[in-house]
């Protein structure tokens, strides 16, 4: 799951992707 990060940041970004930039 490194490419994606929904726990840390699920109060600010419902869904994260470390690609998007």
């Given amino acids: 799951m490194n490419n ?4 840390k940041d ?3 970004h ?3 992707f470390t ?3």
């Fill in 4 to 7: 994606v990060i929904s726990s």
């Fill in 14 to 16: 419902t869904l994260v």
């Fill in 19 to 21: 690609g998007k930039g």
């Fill in 10 to 12: 699920n109060h600010n």
